[in-house]
T-cell receptor, first 114, second 114 residues
């Protein structure tokens, strides 16, 4: 049981390049989230999904897109990376019925945009 | 909407001394409250939670937090810290449906000094 797996763990991009972060969970959780963590800012919600085929905006959605085509996967895309998107990105998931708001987090993906 | 304020960004403390990490929240509805911990180079993991019932909740490694509705606080305490408690601690809040996304504070970095 791997829990929440994020790939890649590290990535360096040049300004204007695009990339996709993949989050995969094997717990059959309904809800999935993408947060970014920046020094002194805590975790801020980018986008989330309450089920397969659904997505919603969080606190800081600009410059990102997401897709939830399969229940177990939640993809975060950057179409044209900017230095302001340099951050550590965390994916999390939770069970709809029993989860309250107990999230299971991945180990993080560190993205640097030059 | 809910919000969280963690009053201290950094807390240094000597080993075996007591510690308190402060958290205040704002909400117009009933809430769930959480403390998550992030050890270096890892994702976040749940430390303890208040959903309902007893206002004093405990973790398996000696931390406790008390929900104080009148003061809108959920401070985290430990009577005697260990080097291994060095980590970043995040307070988080959601409404008591448990289905709206968690809102995190900016975090408190606890450094335990030998």
């Amino acid at each position: 049981n791997a829990g929440v797996t994020q790939t890649p763990k590290f990535r360096v991009l040049k300004t204007g390049q695009s990339m996709t972060l993949l989050c995969a969970q094997d717990m059959n959780h309904e809800y999935m989230y993408w947060y970014r963590q920046d020094p002194g800012m805590g975790l801020r919600l980018i986008h989330y999904s309450v089920g397969e085929g659904t997505t919603a905006k969080g606190e800081v959605p600009d410059g990102y897109n997401v897709s939830r085509l399969k229940k177990q996967n939640f993809l975060l895309g950057l179409e044209s990376a900017a230095p302001s998107q340099t951050s550590v990105y965390f994916c999390a998931s939770k069970d709809r019925e029993r989860g309250a708001n107990v999230l299971t987090f991945g180990a993080g993906s560190r993205l640097t945009v030059l | 909407a809910q919000s969280v304020t963690q009053l201290d960004s950094q807390v240094p403390v000597f080993e075996e001394a007591p510690v308190e990490l402060r958290c205040n929240y704002s909400s117009s509805v009933s809430v769930y409250l959480f403390w998550y911990v992030q050890y270096p180079n890892q994702g976040l993991q749940l430390l303890l939670k208040y959903l309902s019932g007893s206002t004093l909740v405990e973790s398996i490694n000696g931390f406790e937090a008390e929900f104080n509705k009148s003061q809108t606080s959920f401070h985290l305490r430990k009577p005697s810290v260990h080097i291994s408690d060095t980590a970043e601690y995040f307070c988080a809040v959601s409404d008591s449906s448990g289905n709206t996304p968690l809102v995190f504070g900016k975090g408190t970095r606890l450094s335990v000094i030998a």
